[in-house]
């Protein structure tokens, strides 16, 4: 199903298309917590995660283009290699990115 965004399409970014799925937390969704997580699998998927969980029960499957309309800073990220993280401390703060190993054992939803 088609919708459209809050930003110029014309002007994405990601190498992902925008309709790309991609996971977050029903915390993200509900607007309770904010993304401070951010995952470029080595599989190429994106996470935008809240820090608190990373439970198969909270996950959520989400558009990432929803992602980008929800937190424009995400936009700074759309060249992080797959592998990569980036993480802050709070909403107002800077992204740092790193890479980060390939496992069972990472956030995935």
């Given amino acids: 199903m088609s ?10 970014q990601f190498d992902a298309p925008i309709n790309a799925a991609s996971f977050t937390t029903k915390y993200v969704l509900d607007g309770s917590l904010p993304i401070l997580e951010v995952y470029h699998d080595h599989d190429g998927e994106w996470q935008f995660m809240c820090g608190t969980t990373n439970a198969s029960a909270d996950a959520k499957l989400v558009c990432l283009g929803c992602m980008i309309d929800r937190d424009p800073t995400l936009v700074q990220l759309a060249d992080l290699p797959e592998g990569w993280l980036a993480h802050r401390v709070s909403q107002t703060q800077p992204w740092a990115r790193e890479s980060y190993e390939n496992s069972d054992s990472n956030n995935e939803a």
């Fill in 3 to 12: 919708h459209s965004h809050a930003f110029d399409e014309s002007t994405w």
